[in-house]
């Protein structure tokens, strides 16, 4: 199996009682994705990420709006997981991000949807706390015991996340 030598080697680097987790499930109808969603991936490892909920392929491209069957397939996917024992980090984003524009900022939200990206921190502070209702509802259908939700813009500290001083380029 291919996947149990990394898995050996990533251990014997680890803290003992320490997990591996990897990214990779995907509710996505991109014919191009493994057909097993990153679910294959399962067996070598503690638990999986997945990354795009709630957003880009979850979410028609064009509209910014959810595709139920994607939902549905996401939840599947997570109960799938969880059922297994294992730990399913849940990533959400705020607002209708599908990234057909990417930035050093992150992500952008669907044209279509008649809303601007926000393009400052003070703006995607705004908006992360203006769509955390919406994200927490959704990551709440998915709950089990084994999930944990992650929810911010994009991944650096000036992202709005966390309070910064007058200058957020400082914070990082």
């Known amino acids: 199996v291919p996947h149990t030598k ?8 680890m803290a003992p009682g320490a997990l591996v987790l990897a990214n990779g499930i995907r509710a996505s109808s991109n014919a191009a994705e493994p057909s097993g969603h990153g679910l294959e991936n399962l067996p070598y490892v503690d638990g999986m990420c997945i990354e795009h909920f709630n957003s880009f392929d979850m979410l028609d491209v064009h509209t910014g709006k959810l595709v139920p069957s994607r939902f549905r397939l996401a939840h599947f996917l997570i109960q799938n997981a969880t059922s297994q024992g294992k730990i399913t980090l849940v990533r959400a984003w705020p607002g209708p991000v599908v990234g057909d524009d990417m930035t050093a900022l992150g992500p952008s939200w669907a044209k279509a949807s008649g809303l601007h990206t926000p393009t400052t921190h003070e703006g995607r502070a705004a908006a992360a706390a203006e769509w955390a209702e919406s994200a927490v509802a959704a990551y709440l ?10 929810y911010n813009w994009w991944y650096g500290v000036s992202d709005g996340v966390y309070p910064c001083p007058a200058d957020p380029t400082k914070c990082s």
């Open 141 to 150: 259908i998915v709950a089990s015991e084994y999930t944990y939700l992650s």
């Open 6 to 13: 990394p898995r050996r080697w990533v251990e014997a680097s």
